[in-house]
């Protein structure tokens, strides 16, 4: 007959080394998805920002004049002369 005490050594072994398995393995889990993942679609980000001027990207789409943004002069003229009101000249 196998003792207690040599029963719970080996259950504490093998949940130690549970333990241990499963912290590399979320700690290694965890560097492949910043450095493969979040860590490039920032650098993504960053080059796009760095370039980009949205008061040219909202001029070239009011100019497009498809009547998709409302917040175009163009467009909110439309919109007071419907109602009835009154704006200066664009």
Known sequence: M???SATR???HQYGRKALGISFIASVASTAVF???YVQPRHEKY???FANYDPY???REICEANKG???TCP???AKLYEEKGKTIADL
Do not use: K, P, S
């Open 2 to 4: 196998v003792a207690a």
């Open 74 to 76: 163009q467009e909110l």
């Open 56 to 58: 040219t990207r909202m």
């Open 68 to 70: 998709y943004m409302h």
């Open 34 to 36: 910043f450095f493969g």
């Open 46 to 48: 960053e080059r796009f």
């Open 9 to 11: 050594n080996m259950l």
